[in-house]
Every structure is written in structure tokens, then in C-alpha cells.
């Protein structure tokens, strides 16, 4: 039942923050004081690190879009291989909006301690994004 519960948090969060409400998805899904093993550049500690992360990823993509592809679950953990899409109107990594869309994968897992992450690693294809702006190749 608690792996049910845990996929069932995930998919709702999910829901919540592509749905642009991603106060309510982060405080769904992170525990106050989760560890990301995996910060992007900057990001906080905590549920507030990841809500920075998601208002600034949404801030530079409003249209920002992530798809789940494969989701994988055990009593305590909940893998998550996605697809992010979004077209880039605002700034990202210093980079001034381009206009251009992006479409790029990445993983995530998740530990769950009652019913929210406490530990998360995981990656999204940054450079992708990068090469896909025009910034590198």
C-alpha cells in the first residue's frame, strides 16, 4: 500500500506543478528539509530550494511541460524517467529568452519517508538545453 501511496503523491505533485500551481506540487511531494543529491546551479536546501527550482525553470519556460515515460516503485522509492518540454521565454543559466522549444530527458528517484521525498537524485539533459538555445553545440 505505501508503494501505491508514493506513486500516487508523484503523479499528483505532478499534476499540481505542470498545472503551474507548483506551490502546492512541492509542498505535496518534499519533505521540509529533503536532500537533493543533485542540485541544479544555486538551489537551496529543502523544499524551498526546490520550489526555487521550479519557479525559475517555469519563469524561463511557462509553458514548461514534464512527462512522465517510465515510473518504477518500490515501498520506499519512486524512479521516474520524463520528458521536459517548453519554449523559452524568460531567462535561463544566463541566458536571455530565445523563442526556441525545447524537448529533453531526464531521470529522477525519489525516497519517501511518510509520504513525501526525503532524498533525491537525478539529472535532466541540461547541455541538451543548452545546444538546443543556440548557446554551445
Not at 35 to 57: C, E, I, M, N, S
Not at 78 to 90: D, E, F, R, S
Not at 100 to 105: A, G, M, S, T
Request: aromatic share 8%.
Amino acid at each position: 500500500m505505501v508503494r501505491e501511496q508514493n506513486i500516487a503523491t508523484q503523479e499528483k505533485a505532478a499534476e499540481l506543478i505542470n498545472s503551474g500551481n507548483t506551490d502546492a506540487g512541492v509542498l505535496m511531494m518534499f519533505a521540509e528539509d529533503a536532500v537533493d543529491h543533485d542540485p541544479a546551479p544555486g538551489q537551496a536546501r529543502g523544499r524551498d530550494g526546490f520550489r526555487d527550482f521550479f519557479r525559475t525553470l517555469f519563469n524561463a519556460f511557462p509553458d514548461a511541460h514534464l512527462e512522465p515515460a517510465t515510473l518504477v516503485a518500490d515501498d520506499d522509492h519512486v524512479c521516474l524517467a520524463y520528458t521536459l518540454t517548453g519554449t523559452h521565454q524568460g531567462e535561463f543559466q544566463g541566458v536571455a529568452a530565445t523563442g526556441k522549444e525545447i524537448e529533453v530527458r531526464g531521470v529522477q528517484i525519489g525516497r519517501f519517508e511518510n509520504g513525501q521525498i526525503v532524498e533525491r537524485w537525478g539529472s535532466t539533459d541540461e547541455l541538451g538545453i543548452l545546444r538546443q538555445l543556440g548557446v554551445t553545440s
